[in-house]
């Protein structure tokens, strides 16, 4: 498809929660595609706006090489969606909160658009809700970045410097650019991880269950976890396709832009 896509961002009224959702369509002059839409899931301290760089919307450029339409939406705590009120206490995330936004949030959200079977394209904590998503619903297919499927050691070392960063250095300042509550987006995350109940997270048999095709990379300077994360995802139905980007910390997506662009453009081409 040729032209620039057209960018509509909006509020979606789910049964206990709003959720600020970026829709992305092809210039009406082109004809609508019949490929399936990919639906963008960020990561732990992310939203629609944390997508964006000096390089544009990578959600927009993904849709425009593949010519599929997108919707890319923040989780609730994040971006402009609802807050959660006393978020380290009462409201605190439990260990399975990505189980929950994959199976129940998810297909909710899904519905109301009236999406089947999309593409999940999901980055760090939404590449571990796109495959828990993926073990139990149709796809057409699920490309993850830099997924956790297990707890590992150097991702809680990580985080911990990610607290430190939050309470003392800069990283309040620059994380507020992107969420209406900030605190709220960071300890949501943060608090979870580094919880005692998180420890025993491990997803590695749930996605046994996958049937759809798995697009799975990984940077190998990531610091929030190692290659055993994209090597560990099994399937006894689908197939998985691995790649490791040299220089990629743990974004691919901004570290090697055009080469995971590329990597996820040609998985999908033979895709519904």
Request: overall charge negative.
């Amino acid at each position: 498809m040729n032209g620039l896509y057209h960018l509509h961002m909006t509020m979606i009224q789910l049964k206990h929660m709003r959720l600020e959702v970026e829709l992305i369509n092809a210039p009406a002059s082109e004809h609508p595609s019949q490929l399936a839409p990919i639906v963008f899931l960020h990561e732990g301290l992310g939203s629609v706006a944390m997508w964006r760089s000096r390089q544009g919307f990578w959600p927009e450029r993904v849709c425009q090489a593949s010519a599929r339409a997108g919707v890319v939406y923040s989780r609730r705590g994040y971006g402009q969606s609802d807050s959660v009120p006393d978020v380290r206490g009462r409201n605190r995330l439990p260990p399975d909160y990505m189980h929950q936004e994959a199976w129940e949030v998810l297909p909710e959200l899904l519905k109301v658009l009236e999406i089947e079977q999309p593409v999940l394209l999901g980055h760090s904590d939404g590449g571990t809700i796109a495959l828990l998503h993926a073990a139990r619903q149709p796809l057409s297919a699920c490309i993850v970045m830099a997924p956790h499927v297990m707890v590992e050691e150097v991702s809680l070392r990580a985080i911990e410097v990610a607290r430190d960063a939050y309470v003392q250095g800069p990283m309040r300042e620059s994380l507020s650019k992107y969420h209406n509550d900030v605190d709220t987006a960071f300890w949501q995350w943060n608090d979870v991880w580094l919880s005692q109940g998180f420890r025993s997270f491990d997803i590695r048999n749930v996605c046994r269950d996958i049937r759809c095709p798995v697009l799975a990379l990984q940077g190998v300077d990531d610091a929030y976890g190692t290659l055993r994360q994209i090597e560990d995802i099994r399937s006894d139905h689908g197939s998985i396709t691995r790649h490791v980007l040299p220089e990629c910390a743990h974004s691919p997506h901004k570290d090697q832009a055009q080469a995971t662009l590329s990597l996820v453009v040609d998985f999908l081409a033979d895709k519904p």
